[in-house]
């Protein structure tokens, strides 16, 4: 076990540099995100506001991430992708502490939404950053370790935050997220390379970015990604992963937990903590398996899988079927997990892979958004049960798809055995 960890994680980062520099700096922004989520609704709800009010300061956030995630992607093509990775913390590190400062709602909304931008500025910079540095033969593998710290920061996030509001109320979490975003912004900037010269084969004597790209050159490269075939149905598979993750998981499971099952918020938290642990568990094999078996067959399957534990959530009368349907969730989101950034990174046309991941991460962003609005009404319609049920099919309806018109992207027969030390590239 040991020995895999050192092949699999800790010699990968060691022997890539960037690659560890930018898994630090995910770990800590993301810590910033997991501070926040279980202090924001009571804190929205201090300025006394209804619950609708209280839902809309964490759908601007996801707002701002849907409008920045294409320019942002322009940016990292014309200025470069550090502007993305230095600038994002840092206007993340602005909007929190604004928003741990402001006398009303309104305000929040306001800062909310520039925390947001300031996010979505740093995910597309990391996206473009590790298409940079990949390949075919180990985009699975290294992306699997960014994912592993994303996750890993999210999961360390809610009890620090927690702990810091109860001792200190509701806005210190705010200033904790504003000195980890601004800690990360300093180690970004003095130990983020730039790699849109290593991406491009530019010579490093000429500027980043060189002369700007016509904007009809632009428009017609998102034009043809969404023409085609393979990078419009990831997309859609990306946006169905997003609407599961906070229409399903975050929205109607706890009603599903608390209202059929009584299950305290205590009880929740340990599931959803066993399925964050499954998802960090599953990763490093995972991003193995996408490298030497391919693409989509580790995307079809864990769809399949994590499907097949939507429809026991929704059928779940008892407790013991509750877990094993979150213990076959997390082995599926943890196994499809980069597969999906790794297909589009392979296809992203090289001089346009800001725009690529920009565009990729706004169709995820959509789902993150509409998934709440979208399976929470049919819940409300329905029943949860159908709640779910439609999410199921949403996931596993856009997995066939992609099963059936997309192309695998990895070419096995140009893989050839390289030594340890080498495989990180």
Known sequence: MLGYIESRIVRPLRENQTLLILCATTLVVMMGQGIISPVLPLYAQSFGVGTTLVGLTISVFGAARLVVNLPAGFLSERFG???????????????????????????????????????????????????????????????????????????????????????????????LVASLAALGTLWSF???????????????????????????????????????????????????????????????LPLVAENRLEMSPGQLG????????????????????????????????????????????????????????????????????????????DIAPAGQRGVSMGLYRTFGDAGFMVGPILLGGIADVTSLGWGLGADAVLLVGFALLFAVFAKETLRREEIVPVPASEETG
């Not at 994002?88 to 309104?106: D, F, R, Y």
């Not at 990763?283 to 078996?293: E, F, S, V």
């Not at 929704?314 to 997390?330: C, E, P, Q, R, Y």
Request: aromatic residues 8%.
């Open 81 to 175: 992708r550090r502007l993305l990775l230095v600038g994002g913390p840092a206007i993340t590190a602005i909007g929190s502490l604004l928003s741990g400062l402001v006398p009303n709602l309104w305000l929040l909304l306001v800062f909310r939404f520039v925390s947001g931008a300031g996010s979505a500025m740093y995910m597309t910079g990391a996206m473009v950053l590790l298409t940079d540095i990949t390949t075919e033969e180990n985009r699975g593998r290294l992306m699997s370790l960014y994912q592993g710290s994303l996750l890993l920061g999210v999961s360390l996030g809610p009890a620090a935050g927690g702990i810091v509001a109860d001792f200190f109320g509701f806005r210190s979490p705010f200033f």
């Open 190 to 252: 003095g130990r983020m390379p730039e790699t849109q010269e290593r991406a491009e084969g530019r010579p490093s004597s000429l500027p980043v970015g060189g002369a700007p790209a016509r904007s009809s050159e632009t428009w017609r490269t998102i034009s043809s990604l969404l023409l085609r075939p393979d990078f419009a149905l990831v997309s859609l598979l990306s946006m169905s992963i997003f609407l599961s993750r906070t229409g399903g998981r975050l929205t109607i």
């Open 270 to 345: 340990g599931i959803f903590t066993l399925m964050t642990l499954l998802n960090l568990v599953t990763l490093a094999p995972a991003g193995t398996m996408i490298d030497r078996l391919g693409r989509k067959a580790v995307i079809v399957p864990s769809a399949f899988v994590t499907g097949a534990a939507l429809v026991l959530f929704a059928l779940s009368n008892d407790v013991w079927l509750f877990v094993l349907a979150a213990v076959i969730h997390g082995l599926g989101t943890g196994l499809v997990g980069p597969a999906p950034a790794a297909y589009a990174a």
